[in-house]
Structure formats: C-alpha cells, structure tokens
C-alpha cells in the first residue's frame, strides 16, 4: 500500500494507542496464570496477534471482545509438540522460546525470513551450555529439552527480551534460579517493564544486585484484571508532530510509566534547542522518530545506536537512505549516527517504509512538512494498526493507493 501525504500543519488531541510492550507481557502472564484472566486495551497489531497465536498453541484460550482479551491460562510445562507462528515479531519469539522449552515436547517456531535473521545467539549459546536444542531449520526453529531451575549468565547488551523470556519460563520450575547480566546493561526499562507485570501477577522477582536478577521456584501465576497502559513509544510520533508546525495534545500516557520512551519529550525539547547528543540505548525505538525531529530542528548526534541493524530492517541505513531523498545527511558510525542540519526538500522519489512501522511512521512526520509519497505504508500495522487514521484525525490530508 501507498500513501500520499500533503503537506499541513496537525492540530487537535488524540489518544495515545496502548502499549504493545505491556500487552505482550500482560497476555503472557494472563497465560501462565491458574484460572481465567481480562487484558483491557489492546490493539490487534500484527505483534500482539502473533503472541496471542504461540500463547494458543501453548494450550492457552484467548477470546476477543472488542478490545479486551478474556485469556483462560494453561501450564506450558505440559504442552505436546506445537507450531508456534511469531510472523514478524521479535518480542514475541524471543519471549516464546524459553517457555517452549519447558515440556520437552519438539516445539517448532515460524516467522518471516526477516524475524529468522535476528540475533539468537544468546538463547543458542544458553542452549548449549544446558544441554538443550534450538535449531535452524528450513521451515524456521526447532527447540528441544527441558529447562532447569540454574544459574544463567546473559550479556546485557545485546536485547533486554532475551532476559525477559527467562523471566516468564523459570518461575515454572521447582527450584530458585539467578540471570546473572553482563554489563553493560542497555534497556533496563524493558526489564523494569517486565518485572512489574511480573509482581502484579503474584511473581516476586528481584534485583540481587545492579546486574543480578533472582527468581523464585514452583510460582503460581494468579488470575487479573488488567488494563493496557498508553504506549510511549508510539505516541511519540503523534507528538513530534509539534516539531513540524503542529499542535497536537496526546492524552492516555502514565506520567509514573516505567516505559524507557518516556523521555522523547525531554530529546524533543533539547532537539529543538540545540544540536544535542543524545543516547538511545535505552530506548532504541526512538531512533527513527529522532532522526526525523533532529532533520526538522538543528541537527543531532546519537550513540547507542549499535543494534539499530537487528530491528525489522537496518534502520540507520534504512533512515539514511530515505532522508537522503529530502536533502538531509546521516553519517553512519559503529555506535554512533550523526544527522545533518538542513533544509527539508520535497523528496526527490518516492519513499520506502523498509517493511518497518518505525521507519514508515517517521517519513510520515517529515511528509508533513514537504509532502510525499510512501511505499509499504501498511507496514504501521505491525504496531499501530489505526495510525494512518490517527493522522487524518489530526487534520493531515492522506491518500491511500492500493
């Protein structure tokens, strides 16, 4: 699908969508729970729907009504053998292998060719020191074995969800276990995330120390009630629409969010003042939303940007690419990209979303200014299903080409 943006200043108040960090780990926990649990609030992105699905073939029962999700849990300890389809989300393959290894059932799981070149080295290195099976295969994974309470020693720099899978599975067995970090330890604020979805579903997993996490044996998951929180990091790009002329009021966001996003406001304002450095370890998802504010203010240098490559595309290439086309510059370093301050100029062709809601969402923004036309805009649907209907909501002239 394409989309033609006109140019046009954004005014109004719109919603911020809910957070699909929370709503994958609330419907884990709901799953893992004894009894029947509701999830309030969550949009049927692509992502949440692939976990939903590996959650069913997990022995789980999940029903729709509207937008909340009524789960009645089960015990993957005894799963049979099962396909598990994570399409293209990373999140939820890697929350899903750890509790696919607790049955010692052949479990298999599938995705994109995308989602099956990322990083899982982790997970293969912790497989082999524990005597267990993840295999590439032609058809996607094959896991194998059965997980033991232990100690596990995970590089902290490298993805948070690889430590939050662990999380979810090792409360299942009967002994105590420690993860053991790495430093450093880049997207605390994920693993924050999913420690208080963790206590609020009756596990007490804890900071031993800085870098050392310990969780407790033979848990029992209880059954809530809960509600989606905004999601920070997609509102993000509904409010840096102020960046570009706009004036737009997004509500639904917890100020006391343990959401690491929350801080775009704070790089927004130091974007718009001066050509900050800012770091995106903590919240690689901005990158793309900050590339395009810096374009539209006074330029910026970002570190942390090192695992930009491993997302649904390159995305500091991918960006570079595509902003190149409105007359602005990104030099791409190993850690590091520095975006130029310049004149925005209508794009010299038409754009490319790279099949990343991120990277569609963030040419989106600076389309607002000169105007453009992107190719693969249905890729938002991954994350925000109702974004381009959010835009025109805001008063932003959209055409939708099929």
């Known amino acids: 699908m394409k989309v033609l943006i006109h140019p046009g200043a954004a005014r109004g108040t719109v919603q911020a969508p809910p957070s699909k960090s929370m709503a994958h780990r609330l419907l884990i926990c709901a799953a893992l729970a004894e009894g029947e649990s509701v999830v309030r609030d969550v949009d049927r992105s692509e992502d949440i729907l692939a976990t939903a699905d590996c959650l069913t073939a997990l022995g789980a029962s999940l029903s729709w009504e509207g937008s909340a999700v009524r ?27 750890p509790l696919c290894l607790l049955s010692g059932a052949s479990m298999r799981l599938e995705g994109s060719e995308t989602l099956l070149s990322r990083p899982l080295s982790v997970y293969e290195a912790l497989c082999r020191e524990h005597g267990l099976s993840l295999l590439r295969t032609d058809s996607g994974l094959l896991a194998e074995g059965v997980l033991a309470a232990g100690e596990y020693t995970v590089p902290g720099g490298i993805s948070s969800q690889f430590v939050t899978g662990l999380l979810f599975a090792l409360p299942l067995l009967s002994d105590s276990s420690r993860i053991r970090l790495i430093p450093p ?30 969780v407790p044996g033979n848990a029992v998951y209880r059954p809530q009630d809960q509600v989606v929180e905004g999601d920070w990091s997609n509102a993000a790009f509904l409010e840096a629409l102020n960046c570009a002329g706009g004036a737009v009021t997004v509500t639904g966001l917890r100020a ?20 900050a450095e800012l770091d995106l370890s903590d919240c690689p998802d901005l990158a793309p939303v900050l590339f395009a504010v810096a374009a539209l203010c006074r330029g910026g240098v970002f570190t942390g940007t090192r695992r930009l490559r491993f997302k649904e595309s390159d995305r500091g290439a991918a960006m570079a690419r595509e902003m190149a086309k409105f007359g602005v510059d990104l030099v791409l370093e190993e850690n590091r990209i520095i975006v130029s301050a310049a004149g925005l100029h209508a794009p010299s062709q038409p ?10 969402m963030a040419l989106s923004l600076l389309c607002t200014r000169t105007g453009g036309e992107i190719d693969g805009a249905e890729a938002v649907r991954k994350s925000f299903p109702d974004y381009w209907n959010r835009f025109r909501s805001l008063g932003i002239e959209v055409e939708m080409k099929n």
């Open 71 to 97: 789960v009645r849990g089960c015990d993957p300890r005894k799963a049979g053998p099962a396909v598990l389809r994570c399409r293209e989300s990373g999140s939820t393959l890697r929350f899903m292998i």
């Open 185 to 214: 330890v880049e997207s605390r604020s994920y693993l924050s995330l999913t420690l208080q979805a963790l206590r609020d579903a009756g596990v007490p997993v804890s900071w031993a120390d800085n870098c050392t996490l310990t």
């Open 256 to 275: 006391d969010s343990l959401q690491g996003d929350r801080v775009y406001r704070d790089y927004f304002a130091r974007l718009a003042a001066e050509s």
């Open 351 to 360: 754009l490319d979303s790279h099949n990343d809601h991120r990277i569609a």
